[in-house]
């Protein structure tokens, strides 16, 4: 689906994108529902479907520019769209005379969005529209409908809303914990490949240290010339050394995979330096025999 | 008894204390020569060493750069006092550590310093440290260091 990298986004994304997919099937299905009802018009329908549909292709066209505003957007934009053609049903609906339970739609709307919505704020304003469209819906009524409703109604889209709202922030601090416990494995898992990194390139760099260090010995014991010069040149390696001795307390932080083992000066040599860094250190080593 | 073109990898002994009274015994004809061993995959720091401790040391010193080189070496090998074995020999080769058992399975009883440039975590350094009669340093070791390695076994 979406190609973005960010787990909100990827959210928002599939939210929008699955909510306008409900809208475009849910619709199609009421409509198949209500072919016994003469006067119930079809455009709600069909426009709600359509602007599903239409959100899917958009979705799909953007979705590796996603972003959770467009996501968001796409979210309310079907939201909108559904209350419209909810709006105008339900009045046919419930003049049909025949027995109906009424705004399940809404019921069912208010819980879809509490899995669905890209944002907190999306979500609580798409709740409360299912919510206020089915109450609105049943004072526009004439009252002897409204005397025909179940009892307890419309106030039982409340208690759905409640419930959807309670679904909306458990979900959205699941969301939260989720992606903070995703920022930390990635976090450790960067530290983990840092020291890693950090002690190849001190375990790589000992073995030449070590060559001169023996190297400047071997200089001071042939030719007392040079010695101001190999001081210096000491005073480096001991930076080189202490460096070292800093790293060494990262050692425990890493724990050594299957095969690390093996890696060693020409394995580093691809990793640290690159393909190119390797005719160079070759031609060096055949030049130093 | 391992014979010399036995997998060392298999070797039962191989991360343990290998007890002497269980190894062949080298001749004496070749024991404590005095001479050092290196065995350093790298070419540059192993003839350096082998140069060092020649020429400042004035110690005969023998510098081989794998596990098969020493082996070559047969029962040469015995005759130093000390060997020097860098743990790493290289990706897919034989290690210090083999070395080590090799020497040891040989007869040799003498000293085993090794030299590694790896962390103490590294799971090579981590077998070598369970072998108990081996010295373990980390590179860089500074000279005097090396000639204390050197002098104690003269001493």
């Known amino acids: 689906m979406t190609l973005s990298g960010d787990l909100a986004t990827r959210h928002a994304w599939r939210g929008a994108f699955v909510a306008a997919a409900l809208n475009a099937a849910g619709m199609s299905v009421d409509f198949f529902l209500s072919r016994g009802i003469p006067t119930m018009p079809t455009y709600p329908y069909a426009l709600s479907a359509l602007i599903g549909v239409g959100l899917m292709v958009f979705l799909l066209i953007r979705r590796q520019r996603a972003t959770v505003r467009l996501g968001s957007a796409a979210f309310l934009t079907n939201t909108v769209a559904i209350l419209v053609a909810l709006w105008i049903t339900s009045g046919y609906w419930a003049t049909t005379g025949r027995t109906w339970t009424p705004f399940q739609a809404n019921k069912l709307g208010a819980l879809a969005v509490a899995v669905l919505a890209p944002q907190l704020v999306v979500g609580l304003a798409s709740i409360a529209g299912f919510a206020a469209t089915a109450v609105g ?110 790293l060494t307390s990262y050692e425990t932080a890493h724990k050594w995979s299957p095969g690390d083992e093996s890696l060693d000066a020409t394995t580093m040599d691809e990793q640290l330096l690159g393909n190119e860094a390797r005719p160079t250190a070759i031609r060096t080593a055949r030049q130093t025999r | 008894m391992s014979s010399l073109t036995e997998p060392i990898v298999d070797n039962p002994h191989r991360g343990l204390t290998i007890p002497h009274d269980s190894v062949r015994q080298a001749p004496a004809s070749v024991m404590g020569t005095g001479f050092v061993l290196y065995v350093e995959d790298n070419d540059d720091l192993r003839e350096l060493v082998v140069e060092l401790v020649t020429v400042v040391l004035q110690r005969r010193c023998v510098g081989v750069g794998s596990y098969e080189e020493l082996v070559g070496l047969g029962e040469e090998a015995l005759g130093c006092s000390v060997a020097i074995l860098d743990i790493n020999l290289g990706p897919n080769r034989r290690s210090g550590i083999d070395a080590y058992a090799w020497l040891r399975d040989m007869g040799y009883t003498g000293r085993v310093v090794f030299l590694t440039g790896h ?10 440290q369970r072998i108990g009669d081996a010295q373990i340093l980390s590179k860089p070791i500074d000279p005097d260091r090396l000639r204390s390695i050197i002098e104690r076994e003269r001493q």
């Not at chain 1, 375990?203 to 023996?214: A, E, G, K, S």
């Open chain 1, 137 to 246: 819906k049943f004072y526009f009524l004439d009252p002897e409908i409204q005397r025909g409703f179940p009892v307890g109604e419309p106030w039982f889209v409340l208690i759905y809303a409640l419930f959807g709202v309670v679904l909306l922030i458990y979900r959205r601090r699941g969301m939260a914990l989720e992606r903070e416990m995703l920022r930390v494995q990635a976090e450790a898992a960067a530290a983990e490949r840092l020291t890693r990194t950090l002690l190849r390139l001190r375990d790589y760099t000992n073995t030449p240290v070590q060559t001169i260090v023996f190297t400047i010995e071997l200089l001071r014991a042939k030719t007392r010339d040079l010695k101001p010069i190999l001081d210096r040149l000491e005073r480096a390696v001991e930076k080189l050394t202490e460096l070292s001795r800093v």
């Open chain 2, 119 to 128: 962390a103490s975590t590294h799971p090579l350094v981590v077998e070598a």
